[in-house]
């Protein structure tokens, strides 16, 4: 029973103290006036009254009522009903407001409370005080509250006649019960009635209607925020104009959260004043009047409702966790059926009749039953997961919730988790996991109808009918008599409040009321108090629980054959079968990954220890250690599935003997997981132990055979759980004697007591490392330095995933050096004792008895460790497998010798025995070995089942790009330890972790070693200068050291003389002579001092140069002429140097010494080609006009349209574009840039004159609209192409406006920078070689990385550029490729250029040549891209050569029949650019060459097996050898102009980058390759019979083009193995197969069979295209059509066409094989005149008119086409002259040319009348067209 109401008190306006405008209010009078001691006054209730502040008004307002609650300090609820109404204000109110009312008014309009009444208002400046009544209580009655004080309002306006002391003293005297059902009638003596109902449950909130008007304002999606909001603790905020509806908010709010109560700030209507408890840290819910919403915009962190707009406002840094699916979804659809039923009819063509809506107070109980089965399902089985700690004298109950969350799988749940961890879960915990109490709805839904609620999931119709039942029972708590009495209380009248009341509310009489108090407080002591008895039974526990979502755990869905491996090899390993339990473990540790696997194991386990102790063999005992770590190894710190916590009893049981008393237990080897550390895991492990014992102590003997069963006696069903037995005993307590209730306390303490001993020891067992002094594994373990943090974060990352960073970065200790392990375990354990004992009840003195043991405890077993450790120090060492040792080059040295680590699979598939098929080589054992050149891992795959396959991994030391320290764990034994991931710009990744026998400082030792090897502090230590300087022959070896400056005091000794001689003979050409380029490689001789020859100039007329030099220099002067630039300028016909020194006036361009001392521009090379009539030292003044001095000079020239093609630095600001931008005439005072420009200018212009087209090109024409933004475009050209093009930069050719005078135009062009090129081979490096897995294996990811890293996108755009210029130049005009600093994107350019335009640059010597005048001699800069020296670190890898080969490649891929050489070669060059093997690539410039000596090597015969240092001579030898570099489908077509198509679509990933050899590394170093693959059949190691020559080739194991070599070399190995068996010398395979080919193309037999010579047939179609960019000669003048890329674009219709062609004549007639077979309507003999400058040769052509074309065949019986001519392409066939090369014999009228769109075709017919029947067969034929 209780008070209906506690005080009675009013309220009203009082003057602010501190005099400001605003009021306050004061208590006028309060009953009683003393408080009762059960319920003190509540403070702050004036506050409450007016929430929006105490204002006068001038107008008389109606009554107002709503019910604010306050919450006392015992988090008891108050609620205090509040009526106001407005009396005329008193004079001395009145002085308070003159002052600002009108301010005040505007306040009140704003404050929602005031509504003006239209009545009349009261005399003119009558202001109106408002007055409050209010009731205190703590029931909430809010309907009798509102009825009894608008009973004493009424009796006051309407001046009844009822005493109001009277009234208000039976009000405060009438006690009602508190719940139970009853109902009671009461009066309070004014002739009214009130009917009361209490409700059935107290526990049950009562909501009236509040969660249904919430979700009327809301809707269904913001209230569940809201929920979900409060239930995770964050801060909400409702908004309204009307207090009772804030108040209706917060109930209805409060009533969904059941069975769960709301512990934090509750405060359903805040009053002005107290607006800054808004910012309060902890969370709330909160209603605000609305007028207030500007003062609560600044909160940051607060979840606002509106509830008159009905939004819900979610700030951005709060993320409220959704409920776990499938309930947020299932929820969510039952919310909309209760609210609206209608939604499931909407649609039917003929609705049913609607049946009437629920009333608003069921609609409300159907709402909250919708949440109770939510708990019901989110919460069912919960109390399997609670822990019984204590049962006397009180329960103490604790909840496992890491099991709760496995079991319900729910792990991962943001939501759940945070349920869970919050306050309002641990009141649930405490007050429903009694055992026994009174139960109430939940408890029953929750046990009993589960299975009901999974059943009807799918069931909307069920579930519908479930939450109708249980809305009845929650509405029949609230309202248990359905027909109520009717209420009968008196109301005021209609606008009573605006009649004038003749007086204010009267003063009460004090006495009165407080006798009407007393003397019914006599009345009560007299009677017996009251007390229903509590119905207390033992709460059913209900099903165990089940996930809440049947997820298939995927990979590993445990079959019974995977538990059967598991127990198979366990009984091995106890029988002692080690062999069949070796084979089983590796199956046996990919199954435990599966969470029935580990079970499995732990119970298997289990039943092989006696008497808590079973001592194994050490082979037993490292796999039963093995097979626990990796069970621990995906063990969260939260253990959610009890493997740890099953393990635990077993790690202290499994053992081995060391030696006479020295033991070691399994837990010395299953420390380093994460879980040992968790605080949250011990004290689950310890309460559930704890729980055990104290059932133990009440069950009787019979019952407890077997409670220490830990797997099976908590869950078998028959057998009594813990809760039943601390029901029972809470049921008995009451009954038991004082001295029997004292001694279970005792009992149960000194249980818990042990228990807390017992887990110091278990703690110390598994903190304490076996080496204390290896502090390292501690300071990894975040728990243990740090509890505090630990134990309320969640550490869910499993340790496998953890990445641990070095470790002195963030240890968890004070000190990491001195790291005291004792201390930190101490101190561990003594936190857990202090938690565990506290919450179990343990007395301080037992506790401070505990503390005093830890240290002793902790300090005993150190002792024993350390005895354990001394002794499996000596124990013989587990076998390791032997260290492979690697093979290395000559002249390579080892460095570091093995470090014993495991190779781990990184993202690459295919080592892991992926989807690519082949068996998992990784991880894989050995060791890691570095040497002057390379890094390299050696080993055998950890899984015995894969074979002993030999793993190589490596990569030189120069091309490593990232070095990253890493925590891994061993595969093995699941260990965890540090590591290393290397990663190498040739693609290649090593992931490993060091062995536990590689102590840190080895590690550290190994990494500074590859730092110093990466980034010598010079050049010339890099292995290319290291290994030849042990191998130079004939003089004493030199150290490295004194090396070095010899060679410089030798170059600088050159200079010098050089410097000397010029100034001692004035003579107009000096020239450097390098020796030729097969001779470098040595020191140049000592005793050769002048390397400078000079020639003396005579009169040209009568000496030849040559004749005038001494007869040593001329050997050098030829040397000079023998250097890649000067060869090449003089197959072009650019002029010889014998030409330049007599200045033969005949040639345009001449070969210039200008640069002999690289004193104009340093990176250029010595000679230079420029214009005839270019004066040398006008140069100077030229180079000053670009970037780095590089002035514009010619490096090619094209031999049929004779253009020539340029290349330059980019232009300094003044320059070209300077005198583009000036177009006005130059000012008198003219500085000296423009007079450099004017220089630039004349150069220019002495290009374009040195151009044999120049003379007749009148006119200009533009070249627009070219650029690579708008590539796709047509850009076109007028009729006149100018003479010169510039390609510049977009950037800095902006604003530039050609002038029509000048003979050259620009085209601007976008390009990338070199730093892009940096970031987008990362990229590209990361996509290809992944560090770790991808997080969806597959394609698709790797096509996406692949697209990020845009590599393909600037190959794109290199090709499509280098096509335009070859097009350009084709058409006859030059160009000048002038972008950044002329050595990265130009060079690039300037050599595809070549390589595309010219056929020579696509053989071996051609492509060598290639590079070394555009790349070497023009200074692109290998080694500061390469980063080769210290002091390029910090610059990194930027791989502009690499990207050129890969554009190579793709134009190889597209041309297979175009290049000599093949793929191989150009990963060759790719790996060796940067592998700093060969002197080739290293240093900037030819300049810094010969700084180091490194361009005239010492001549004299070559030693045989001398060393390389040039790549290219590298090549030359391997070739004699192996036809590796060449490519047997090499068939040119004379004079090809390659067009490669461009677009990414038609680009492919390069395989260099993608593909790995794991059988021998890298196959670049070709000495390292292994021999043959097999071992020849008479030698077999093994000894047997040979069976078979098959063998399993694996991918990425074997190398492919070795295991099976394609036919040619195959044929020809075969050869040569004939050759040796007959004992003939082995001929040279170049000289067979130029023999067989020669021979193929004599015979020509139509059957190719019984030779080798048929596989040279090509089979492969000419897949020559001709592609992007067209530039067509049309009919109508020369037109210039700029199509790139777009076959449907107008321009290249054409062309398009003519591909078709081709490609159907080589595919898809291809079936027709010999030549009867095909359609020929017409045959015979003609000559065709070839390609320009081609000769005319006698072909057999056929017309063919079913198809449409020409054709023509070397002969008469070829079968293969050599070309087609489609007859739709043709214009005209017209009469002809014979030109020169023509057939002499025979009649000029036999001659007749056919036009087709391309070309002219010129034929020539062995007679006129043979010519004039082809002319009318190609006639006919078009006209039947």
Known sequence: MARLADYFVLVAFGPHPRGSGEGQGQILQRFPEKDWEDNPFPQGIELFCQPSGWQLCPERNPPTFFVAVLTDINSERHYCACLTFWEPAEPTQEVVCTEDATEREEEADEGGLVQLSPATPATPGQLFAPKTLVLVSRLDHAEVFRNSLGLIYTIHVEGLNVGLENVIGN???????????????????????????????????????????LFRQLGITNVLSLFCAALTEHKVLFLSR??????????????????????????????????????????????????????????????????????????????????????????????????????????????????????LKMQDKELRAVFLRLFAQLLQGYRWCLHMVRIHPEPVIRFHKAAFLGQRGLMEDDFLMKVLEGMAFAGFVSERGVPYRSTDLFDELVAHE???????????????????????????????????????????????????????????????????????????????????????????????????????????????????????????????????????????????????????????????????RAVLDHQQFDFVVRMMNCCLQDCTSLDEHGIAAALLPLVTAFCRKLSPGVTQFAYSCVQEHVVWSTPQFWEAMFYGDVQTHIRALYLEPAEDQDHLQVGDASTQEDERSALDVASEQRRLWPTLSREKQQELVQKEESTVFSQAIHYANRMSYLLLPLDSSKSRLLRERAGLGDLESASNSLVTNSMAGSVAESYDTESGF????????????????????????????????????????????????????????????????????????????????????????????????????????????LPAEG???????????????????????????????????????????????????????????????????????????????????????????????????????????????????????????????????????????????????????????????????????????????????????????????????ERACCRDYQRLGLGTLSSSLSRAKSEPFRISPVNRMYAICRSYPGLLIVPQ????????????????????????????????????????????????????????????????????????????????????????????????????????????????????????????????????????????????????????????????????????????????????????KLLQVSVLVVELLDSGSSVLVSLEDGWDITTQVVSLVQLLSDPFYRTLDGFRLLVEKEWLSFGHRFSHRGAHTLAGQSSGFTPVFLQFLDCVHQVHLQFPMEFEFSPFYLKFLGYHHASRRFRTFLLDSDYERIELGLLYEEKGERRGQQACRSVWEYVERLSRRTPVFYNYMYAPEDAEVLRPYSNVSNLKVWDFYTEETLAEGPPYDWELAQGPPEPPEDERPDGAAPQSRRRVVWPCYDSRPRAQPDAISRLLEELQRLEAELGRPPERWKDTWDRVKAAQRLEGRPDGRGTPSSLLVSSVPHHRRSLG??????????????????????????????????????????????????????????????????????????????????????????????????????EAVAPGTPTMGAPKTVDEKAFFDVKTTRRVYNFCAQDVPSAQQWVDQIQSCLSDA
């Open 171 to 213: 009000l405060l005297t009438c006690i009602i019960p508190l719940a139970g059902g009853s109902q009671r009638t009461i009066s309070l003596g004014a002739g009214d009635r009130q009917v009361i109902q209490t409700p059935l449950a107290d526990s049950l909130p009562i909501s009236r209607c509040s969660v249904a008007l």
């Open 242 to 359: 009307s207090y009772q509806r804030l108040s209706d908010a917060c109930r209805g709010l409060l009533a969904l959260l059941f069975p769960l109560r709301y512990s934090f700030t509750y405060v359903p209507i805040l009053p002005a004043q107290l607006l800054e408890v808004l910012s309060t840290p902890t969370p709330f819910i909160i209603g605000v009047n609305a007028a207030f919403q500007a003062e609560t915009q600044e909160l940051l962190d607060v979840i606002v409702a509106d509830l008159d707009g009905g939004t819900v406002t979610v700030p951005e840094c709060v993320h409220i966790p959704p409920l776990p699916e499938p309930l947020q979804s299932q929820t969510h659809s039952v919310l909309s059926m209760v609210l609206d039923p209608d939604l499931e009819l909407a649609d039917l063509a003929f609705p049913p009749p609607t049946a009437n809506a629920s009333s």
């Open 450 to 612: 589960v299975a009901r609620m999974r059943a009807d999931e799918n069931h909307p119709q069920r579930v519908l009918r479930h939450v109708k039942e249980l809305a009845e029972q929650l509405y029949k708590n609230e309202n248990p008599y359905p027909a109520v009495a009717m209420h009968k209380v008196q109301r005021p009248g209609e606008a009573s409040h605006l009649r004038r009341v003749p007086r204010p509310f009267p003063r009460l009489d004090d006495g009165m009321v407080q006798w009407i108090v007393d003397q019914a407080a006599a009345k009560m002591q007299g009677a017996p108090p009251a007390v229903k008895a509590e119905r207390r039974t033992t709460v059913p526990s209900g099903p165990p629980m089940t996930a809440i979502l049947e997820r298939s755990s995927g990979l590993h869905g445990n079959s019974a054959r995977r538990l059967e491996v598991v127990r198979n090899c366990i009984s091995y390993v106890f029988e002692g079968k080690m062999l069949e339990a070796k084979k089983l473990l590796p199956a046996v540790l990919r199954a435990l990954k599966g969470r029935a696997a580990r079970r499995c194991l732990t119970q298997e386990l289990h039943l092989h220890v006696q008497q808590n």
């Open 814 to 921: 004070e000190d990491a050096e001195t790291c005291d392990v004792a201390g930190a375990v101490v101190r561990f354990i003594n936190r857990f004792v202090d938690k565990v004992c506290t919450e179990s009840g343990v007395t301080s003195d037992h506790l401070k008895g505990l503390h005093v043991m830890v240290p002793d405890i902790v300090q005993m077993h150190i002792e024993t460790l350390e005895a354990v450790h001394r002794e499996s120090k000596r124990l013989p060492p587990i076998q390791k497998p032997k260290l492979l040792r690697p093979r290395l080059l000559p002249g390579e040295e080892c460095v570091l010798d093995g470090l014993r680590v495991y190779l781990l699979p990184d993202g690459r598939e295919e080592g892991a025995g992926g989807s690519g098929g082949g068996p998992a080589l």
């Open 927 to 1121: 060791a890691v070995f570095l040497t002057t050149y390379r890094v390299i891992f050696t080993g055998m795959p950890t899984d015995p089942l894969v074979g002993e396959q030999v793993v190589v991994r490596s990569f030189p030391v120069a091309t490593l790009t990232k070095e990253k320290r890493i925590s891994v764990q061993t595969p093995v034994d699941q260990l965890l330890q540090d590591g290393l991931q290397l990663r190498s710009c040739t693609f290649q990744l090593l992931k490993m972790a060091f062995d536990e026998e590689v102590g840190s400082d080895s590690a550290e030792l190994f990494r500074k070693q590859l730092h110093k090897l990466r980034y010598p502090p010079d050049i010339r230590g890099t292995f290319a200068f290291t290994l030849g300087s042990t191998h130079a022959p004939g003089r004493p070896p030199r150290t490295t050291k004194d090396k070095g400056p010899s060679l410089r005091t030798l170059s600088r000794n050159l200079v010098k003389n050089a410097k000397k001689t010029i100034g001692r003979q004035y003579v107009t050409r000096k020239k450097y002579n390098p020796p030729s380029w097969e001779h470098r490689g040595q020191p140049p001789p000592e005793d050769q001092e002048d390397e400078i020859s000079v020639s003396e100039e005579l009169e040209p007329s009568t000496l030849t140069p040559s004749s005038a030099l001494k007869p040593s220099d001329r050997m050098t002067m030829s040397s000079l002429v």
């Open 1173 to 1356: 009539s270019v004066q040398d030292n006008a140069l100077q003044r030229v180079s000053r006009c670009y970037r780095q001095n590089r002035f514009p000079v010619v490096c090619w020239r094209s031999g049929r349209s004779k253009a020539v093609l340029l290349r330059s630095g980019g232009l300094h600001g003044k320059g070209v574009v300077g005198l583009f931008k000036a177009q006005n005439t130059p000012s008198p005072g003219q500085s000296q840039a423009d007079s450099g420009s004017l220089e630039q200018e004349k150069y220019l212009q002495a290009v374009v004159s040195s151009m044999p087209r120049y003379a007749d090109a009148s006119g200009r024409n533009t070249l627009s609209g070219f650029s690579s933004a708008h590539v796709g475009g047509h850009g076109f050209l007028r009729p006149q192409r100018a003479a010169l093009y510039i390609i510049g930069d977009k950037a800095q050719l902006k604003g530039v406006r050609p002038d029509p005078l000048q003979q050259w135009e620009l085209v601007p062009i976008e390009v990338f920078e070199a730093r892009q090129v940096k970031a987008s081979f990362k990229k590209l490096l990361k996509a290809c070689v992944p560090g770790c897995p991808a997080a969806e294996p597959g394609p698709a990811s790797f096509l996406r990385s692949l697209e990020d890293s845009e590599w393909l996108i600037q190959i794109h």
């Open 1669 to 1770: 960019v067209y530039l067509q000669e049309g009919p109508v003048g020369s037109t210039l059509s700029l199509s790139l890329d777009s076959d449907q674009s107008s321009g290249s219709t054409a062309s398009s066409s003519r591909q078709a062609a081709r490609r159907s004549t080589s595919t898809l007639y291809s079936q027709f094989q010999t030549a009867e077979s095909e359609n020929r309507s017409y045959e015979g003999t003609l000559y065709k005149k070839g390609a320009f400058m081609k000769p005319w040769k006698a072909r057999w052509f056929v017309l063919d008119k079913t198809k449409h074309q020409l054709r023509y065949y070397d002969h008469r019986v070829d079968t293969e086409c050599k070309g087609v001519i489609d007859l739709a392409e043709v």
